[in-house]
């Protein structure tokens, strides 16, 4: 009974632990971040969360983007993504797609809500882009007017405020340069109270269920052929491949539930 009971535990660890990572540090509050990444090490120091990362092809590194318009656009540090499947010592996580709190400036004027934000000439942080500028990293989800509680730099004499806002990553070809009759980003809007919770509520159900489902169909065959073992020895070889392969369709299944529930959970409904 008692291996019986250690058996158990060491099958819902290993599923949890093998698709739910969680990054050490707080999250990004009001964020609803859809992110999934693994983590990569930057050249730089004094990389902060929101800043924008580039690909530096020549030299195969991660890079604080330098370049207004910069075009090799990697993606941007987040502190705690939803999903970070492979963790690095000493790496970052860098997602491309989702939403974020994104480090801006007011190099190329305010930014309002539905702005285009490309890299700017401040290491890491970005601007609001032009109608011929066309290496977009992101969709304003708010305005930034550098009023209040911001940081400041000068740039060519002038005072530049320096900020972080919500954004909707749109790493690609800005809106305005696309023909009229292509649909532009929809930015979308906050989930309601009530869909959230009905989705966190269906997710969950597919989770227990699986998990559930998976104990009660193979974890009585795993039970039975570590009671077989001692009367049969010999047999102690085929019968331990039999608890293996049992174990592993536990974690399969429960795995494939914590799967299909983590999709519901990003769908943008």
Known sequence: MKMHSRIMAIVVFCSVLFFITPDDGYAQVGINDSSVTSTYTISDENVAYGDIISFNKEEGTYVLSRTIDDKSIFGVVVEQPVLLFHRKDGAIPIVQSGEVLLNVTTANGPIAAGDDIIASAFPGKGQKADIYDANVVAVARES???????????????????????????????????????????VPQEKSPITRVIQ????????????????????PNIHEGIASIGRNPRAKASIQSMVILNAALIIVVSAAGFAVSIIIILLPF
Request: charged fraction near 15%; proline fraction near 3%; glycine fraction near 12%.
């Open 144 to 186: 930034f007017t550098g009023v209040g509680g911001t940081n400041t730099a000068t740039f060519d004499g002038e005072e530049i405020a320096i900020g972080q806002i919500k954004a909707v990553l749109a790493v690609g070809v800005a809106r305005s340069q696309k023909p009229i009759s292509v649909k532009l980003p929809f």
């Open 200 to 219: 966190y509520l269906v997710a969950a159900i597919i989770a227990i269920g699986s998990v559930y489902l998976s104990f009660r169909n193979f974890m």
